[in-house]
C-alpha cells in the first residue's frame, strides 16, 4: 500500500521559496510517476504537478516557470521547489499516486504565503 508524508511547508513572503518534500513506502517507488496537488482555503482541491516514473514532467499552467518537480529515486522521494511565491500559492500541498487504479494521497503540509 502506497503511504505519503509530506513535510517543508511554511510561512513565506511574497516572492519568497520554499521546497517541499514527499517521502514514499510500501511500493517500488520508481516504477510509479508521482503528482503534487494543492488545496487553497475555501477551493476545491487542484492539480498542481506530475513527474512519471521516467521523469518527464507537468504542470499547470499557474505555476509553469515558478515551480519544479523533481524525483530521488534511492530516498523515495519526491520533491516540490517552488519559487516567486504569491498569495495564491497558499495551500495545503498534497503528495499523490495511484496503484490499480486507486489514489493514495499523503496528508498534506501548508504553505502560507503573507507578509
Known amino acids: 500500500q502506497m503511504q505519503f508524508v509530506e513535510s517543508g511547508g511554511s510561512l513565506v513572503q511574497p516572492g519568497g521559496s520554499l521546497r517541499l518534500s514527499c517521502v514514499a513506502s510500501?511500493?517500488?517507488?520508481?516504477?510509479?510517476?508521482m503528482a503534487w496537488h494543492r488545496q487553497a482555503p475555501g477551493k476545491e482541491r487542484e492539480w498542481v504537478s506530475t513527474?512519471?516514473?521516467?521523469?518527464?514532467?507537468y504542470y499547470t499552467a499557474s505555476v509553469k516557470g515558478r515551480f519544479i518537480i523533481s524525483r530521488d529515486n534511492a530516498k523515495n522521494t519526491v520533491y516540490l521547489q517552488m519559487n516567486s511565491l504569491n498569495s495564491e500559492d497558499t495551500a495545503v500541498y498534497y503528495c499523490?499516486?495511484?496503484?490499480?487504479?486507486?489514489?493514495?494521497w499523503g496528508k498534506g503540509t501548508l504553505v502560507t504565503v503573507s507578509s
Open positions: 499523490k499516486s495511484r496503484m490499480n487504479g486507486r489514489d493514495y
Open positions: 510500501g511500493f517500488t517507488f520508481s516504477e510509479y510517476g
Open positions: 513527474i512519471s516514473s521516467s521523469n518527464v514532467t
